[in-house]
C-alpha cells in the first residue's frame, strides 16, 4: 500500500522523487480492488498490460509528456482499441479497432488507461443507475445515487481509484456526477474534444467531459485532448490557454431569487449563498438575472429534435431488440416514434427565438454562476419515481450545451449537514480558461477533502500570465479595465485578463475635458508616478479591428512598465491635454474614480 493522493502534482513529485511508475501503477489496482465496487468498472485493462504501457513511458519527462504516468480511465461509450464499447448495453457491444481521438491524445502524453467505466445507459440519464449493470455507489454517501450518465467515471476519481476520467456530457452528465460525488466536472466548449470514435447521445450537443480532483488536473487533461481532428465534422479549432489571472472585477450572472429552484432544500440554498459570498470576495459583482428563458431553453432538451437524435444512434436496436433496453431508456427514447420531420424543424426554430432572448443576457456578464444540482436524491427516491428526480437534477444543466456554453463544476464548502457543496461556473464558447481559472480559486478557499477521500487541496491553482503566439499584449489604463464601461470592448474581442501591472514612475495620469464624461490620459513625462494598469490579452486577428475604434487625442504605443519591459498600451497625445486635470496623485483611473 502506498499512501499517495493520486492528484497529478503529488503524482508527478513522487516520480521526480524517485518513486518508480510500476509502484503506482500497481496502487491503482490495489485500490480498485479494495473499492470492491462492481459497479464502477465495466471492463479493466489487464494489469500486466497497464504496466508494459508504463515500460514504454521510459524516463520520468513530464515536459514532453504532461500527463506521465497518470492513471485514468474512461466510460464505456468511448472507444479503447481491442476493446468492446457496450454503452452499458450489452446487445450493442463492439470491439473498437482504435483508441477514440481524445483516448489517443491523452495516451500519447503519458498517462496509463486502467480501465472503462459504467454508465446511465447509452448517455441517457442524470441519476446514474440506469443501467443492466449494478451501478456504482456514490463515493460520498451510498444511499445517495452516484449521478450520471458518467457514473462510474465520477465515481472512480472521487475515490482516489484513478487521477481523472473521462465522461460525456449532452445534459450535465460531466457536471451533476461532479457535484453528487464532491470532485472537479469540466465540461468544455462544444468542439474542443473530439467525438470520433464516441457513441454519440445527441451528437450536435454532446462533448467528452472530464472529472478530476482538482481544476488544475481537469484543464491539464483538457489542454492536452484539445487538439483539432478534421474527421469529425464538429470539431473546433479553439485556443485552449493556459489557467489565467481572473480580473479584479467581473460581472457574474445569477438567478433572481424568484427564480431560483431548489425544490425545498433550503440547505442547498444556503450553500449556493455561501458561494456567492466567495466569488464577491473575489472581486466579483452579482448579477441577478430572470432564469426563466434559459429554463424555456432547457425544457426543448427531451422535446422533438433531439429525441429523434438520439433515436438515430439505436433505430436499429430498437426496432430488432427493445426488451435490450433499460425500461426507462427506452421509454424516454420511444418518444421518437411519434415525432415527424416537421416536428424536429419546429423544434430548432423554437431554439433559435430562445437564443436571440437568451443572447443579451449572456453578453451582459462575463460568466454565470448556478447551483450545479438543486438538491439532493436518494436511491429510495428513485425506486418510487424513476423520471421526476432525474428531470430535476438537470435544473441548471440542460440548457448549456444548447446554448453552446462552456462549464466547470467545482466543489464549494460542505452543506451545513456536510453533503457536498457544489456550483457550476459557464460562459461563452472559447472562455474555458477564464471559468476554470475562477473554478480553482473558489476550489480552493472552499478547504474541502478531495472527492470522498481525506486528501487536502494544499496548493494554489498555478497561473501563468503569459500570451500565446496568436496574441498581442495591451496595457488597459482607463475605461477599458475590468468592471468598467468599455471592458465589453476588450471581452467582445476576445480578449482575456492576464495580470494587474503598473508603469514606470514617470508616467502621469489626466482625467481629459469634454465626452464622454471621463476619459484618461496616460503620458510620459520627465516627473510622475507609477499608475495602475491591466494587462489584456487581444487576438492578433482581432487589434486592428480594435485600433480602429479608438478616439483622438488616444492611441497606441509603448508603456514602459515598472519591472522594466515594454507593452502596447494607451498614451494620449500632448494636444489632449488641454483643460485636462492632473490625477497622478491617485495612482491609477479606478482610485480616481472612487474617490470622494
Known amino acids: 500500500m502506498i499512501d499517495i493522493p493520486f492528484d497529478i502534482t503529488s503524482l508527478h513529485r513522487a516520480y521526480g522523487n524517485g518513486m518508480h511508475i510500476s509502484e503506482i501503477i500497481s496502487e491503482c489496482y490495489r485500490r480498485i480492488e479494495e473499492a470492491a465496487d462492481p459497479g464502477i468498472f465495466l471492463q479493466l485493462i489487464d494489469p500486466d498490460m497497464a ?79 440506469r443501467s443492466p449493470y449494478p451501478p456504482p455507489k ?34 450535465g452528465s460531466g457536471r451533476v456526477p461532479a457535484a453528487l460525488n464532491n470532485i472537479v466536472g469540466l465540461k468544455p466548449t462544444l468542439g474542443a474534444l473530439s467525438a470520433s470514435g464516441v457513441v454519440p447521445a445527441c451528437r450536435t450537443l454532446d462533448t467528452i467531459s472530464i472529472f478530476a480532483l482538482t481544476v488544475e488536473d481537469a484543464y491539464r487533461a483538457f489542454q492536452v485532448a484539445s487538439v483539432y481532428d478534421p474527421r469529425d465534422a464538429y470539431s473546433r479549432e479553439l485556443p485552449v490557454n493556459d489557467l489565467q489571472e481572473v480580473p479584479p472585477a467581473f460581472r457574474v450572472g445569477v438567478p433572481t431569487r424568484e427564480t431560483r429552484e431548489f425544490f425545498g432544500d433550503a440547505i442547498q440554498s444556503a450553500s449556493f449563498d455561501d458561494a456567492l459570498v466567495s466569488i464577491g470576495a473575489l472581486g466579483g459583482d452579482i448579477v441577478e438575472i430572470d432564469f426563466t428563458p434559459f429554463y424555456d431553453v432547457a425544457n426543448m432538451l427531451y422535446e422533438g429534435a433531439w429525441v429523434a437524435e438520439r433515436f438515430t444512434v439505436i433505430a436499429n436496436l430498437l426496432q430488432e431488440n427493445p426488451e435490450a433496453l433499460h425500461p426507462v431508456t427506452r421509454a424516454i427514447i420511444n418518444k421518437a416514434n411519434d415525432l415527424s420531420a416537421a416536428d424536429a424543424f419546429l423544434g430548432m426554430y423554437r431554439l433559435q427565438e430562445l437564443k436571440r432572448i437568451v443572447a443579451p443576457l449572456i453578453e451582459s456578464v462575463d460568466m454565470f454562476c448556478v447551483p450545479s444540482i438543486p438538491t439532493f436524491y436518494s436511491l429510495a427516491d428513485l425506486e418510487e419515481d424513476p423520471i421526476g428526480p432525474n428531470a430535476r437534477l438537470g435544473t441548471y444543466t440542460n440548457f448549456v450545451n444548447l446554448l453552446d456554453l462552456c462549464g466547470i463544476a467545482v466543489p464549494v464548502a460542505a452543506r451545513t449537514d456536510g453533503r457536498p457543496g457544489s456550483v457550476t461556473l459557464l460562459a461563452k464558447a472559447g472562455k474555458d480558461s477564464l471559468v476554470a481559472s475562477l473554478a480553482a480559486l473558489l476550489h480552493y478557499r472552499s478547504e474541502v477533502r478531495l472527492g470522498a477521500t481525506d486528501w487536502p487541496l494544499l496548493l494554489p491553482p498555478e497561473i501563468k500570465s503569459v500570451t500565446s503566439e496568436n496574441e498581442i499584449c495591451l496595457a488597459a489604463v482607463g475605461a477599458h479595465m475590468s468592471g468598467l464601461p468599455l471592458n465589453g470592448e476588450l471581452v467582445s474581442l476576445g480578449g482575456r485578463f492576464l495580470k494587474k501591472a503598473k508603469t514606470a514612475p514617470n508616467y502621469r495620469l489626466y482625467s481629459l475635458a469634454g465626452g464622454p464624461p471621463f476619459r484618461p490620459g496616460l503620458m510620459r513625462e520627465k516627473t510622475g508616478n507609477m499608475i495602475d494598469l491591466e494587462i489584456w490579452a487581444i487576438p492578433a486577428r482581432k487589434f486592428g479591428e480594435f485600433l480602429r475604434g479608438i478616439p483622438s487625442p488616444l492611441g497606441i504605443g509603448s508603456v514602459l512598465l515598472s519591472d522594466g519591459t515594454t507593452v502596447n498600451g494607451f498614451i494620449c497625445e500632448p494636444a489632449g491635454l488641454e483643460g485636462a486635470t492632473d490625477i497622478t496623485k491617485y495612482g491609477g483611473w479606478r482610485n480616481f474614480l472612487h474617490a470622494d
Open 51 to 129: 504496466q508494459e504501457d508504463a515500460k514504454k513511458l521510459g524516463t520520468f519527462n513530464p515536459i514532453t509528456k504532461p500527463l506521465w504516468g497518470i492513471p485514468f480511465a474512461v466510460k464505456d461509450n468511448i472507444d479503447v482499441g481491442d476493446m468492446p464499447t457496450t454503452a452499458a448495453c450489452p446487445a450493442y457491444d463492439y470491439k473498437a479497432d482504435a483508441d477514440a481521438f481524445v483516448v489517443a491524445q491523452l495516451r500519447k502524453a503519458g498517462a496509463i488507461l486502467v480501465g472503462k467505466t459504467n454508465l446511465d445507459q447509452f448517455a441517457t440519464g442524470l441519476v446514474g443507475i
Open 138 to 171: 456514490n463515493a460520498v454517501d451510498p444511499k445517495i445515487v452516484p449521478g450520471g450518465s458518467s457514473s462510474g467515471s465520477s465515481v472512480a476519481v472521487a475515490r482516489g481509484l484513478v487521477s481523472f476520467s473521462l465522461g460525456t456530457d449532452t445534459a
